[in-house]
């Protein structure tokens, strides 16, 4: 199995552009969840999907961000317009939600806005 | 409120000798205990978990962890410490709340060092 899938690995840009980060998630697993981790505030929850519904966005930090998974072999994350504050690493994990419990995570994207 | 607490942000430990990373919790109904390594600049590794069973469970990389429900930890060890095991350790424990979906609360993290 390839595992958690995240493209791009690196994404530096400027201030007020658009970013979209990708992921695919394991195949079979059917929940998926995406986390940002900075040194000043950890690891946080953004979004979490089941079967591709968006279940609880309530750690998006603003309307800037937003994420869609249109089947269950893909999901984005785009903030627009990106700031200097979104720099982070962003992470997608996959579960199995009904047959294990544990998420497997990808290698993350490391986002630079300058 | 569920959550995890990690009171320790970094254990320095010589290797070969024994290493514990705590870790104690708060959650509604049974507890889902997990362990996750992070390496610098990798995403997280599931270590190991607990979901119901021996209290004493063993995962990956020869680290283990010993569930003690009157403490409300699940402290993670190994026997034997090697410089390469030196990395970030989160705790995680599924949100009993979160309606059957496998959301997981993280702790903040613990950094283990581990000197020649």
């Known amino acids: 199995d390839a595992g958690v899938i995240q493209s791009p690995r690196h994404e530096v840009t400027e201030m007020g552009q658009e970013v979209t980060l990708r992921c695919k998630p394991i195949?079979?697993?059917?929940?998926l969840f995406w986390y940002r981790q900075t040194m000043m505030r950890g690891l946080e929850l953004l979004i979490y999907f089941n079967n591709n519904v968006p279940i609880d966005d309530s750690g998006m930090p603003e309307d800037r961000f937003s994420a869609k998974m249109p089947n269950a072999s893909f999901s984005t994350l785009k903030i627009q317009p990106s700031e200097p504050r979104d720099s982070a690493v962003y992470f997608c994990a996959s579960s199995w939600t009904g047959r294990s419990y544990e998420q497997y995570f990808g290698p993350g994207t490391r986002l630079t806005v300058t | 409120a569920q959550s995890v607490a990690q009171p320790e942000d970094q254990v320095n430990v010589a290797e070969g000798n024994p290493l514990t990373v705590k870790c104690t919790y708060s959650v509604s109904g049974n507890p889902y205990l997990f362990w996750y390594v992070q390496y610098p600049n990798r995403g997280l590794q599931f270590l190991l978990k607990y979901i119901t069973g021996d209290n004493l469970v063993k995962g990956s990389y020869g680290f283990e962890a010993e569930f003690n429900k009157s403490q409300t930890s699940f402290h993670l060890k190994k026997p034997s410490a090697l410089v390469s095991d030196s990395a970030l350790y989160f705790c995680a424990v599924r949100d009993t709340d979160s309606g059957g979906y496998n959301k997981l609360i993280f702790g903040a993290g613990t950094r283990l060092a581990v000197h020649p």
């Open positions: 195949s079979g697993h059917n929940s």
